[in-house]
């Protein structure tokens, strides 16, 4: 097994759901240094990228980053660059649940059946 497939930090493990993320990643190696931002949970642990779409919906987090500003003055226009650093999570999400249904719903309607009526008598 080679050392990419088993770090977990391996860019060929990251969960891509898109097929043609995939192909610009991989265009990607040959000219840039690719890293996973750095990821930690409440306890300070380091988070896999394969775990990242389940900790961040719905996690609240903190966003360390640098931004920069360069003024032009001849075009009189600003321009910002951001580099995200690292992200905490804060907060993790709450667990999804699934409500009951206050009434049963027959699985299969049978053709004989019909909803029962109260019959008054006269």
């Not at 097929?19 to 990821?39: D, F, N, Q, R, Y």
């Not at 949970?41 to 988070?47: F, H, K, S, T």
């Not at 996690?59 to 600003?78: P, Q």
Request: proline share 7%; net charge positive; charged share 20%.
């Amino acid at each position: 097994m080679s050392a990419a497939a088993t770090d977990p930090f391996s860019f060929k493990l990251w969960p891509l759901t898109k097929e043609w993320t995939c192909v610009e990643l991989l265009g990607l190696k040959a000219s840039h240094c690719i890293l996973p931002l750095p990821m930690y949970d409440l306890a300070g642990n380091l988070i896999r990228p394969s775990a990242y779409c389940c900790s961040l919906q719905g996690a609240i987090v903190e966003v360390h980053f640098t931004l920069s500003h360069w003024g032009i003055a001849s075009a009189k226009r600003d321009v910002y660059g951001r580099v995200i650093q690292l992200i905490c999570i804060l907060m993790p999400p709450a667990p999804t649940s699934v409500t009951t249904r206050k009434r049963k719903l027959a699985l299969h309607i049978k053709d004989d059946d019909s909803p029962s009526r109260k019959t008054v008598k006269v």
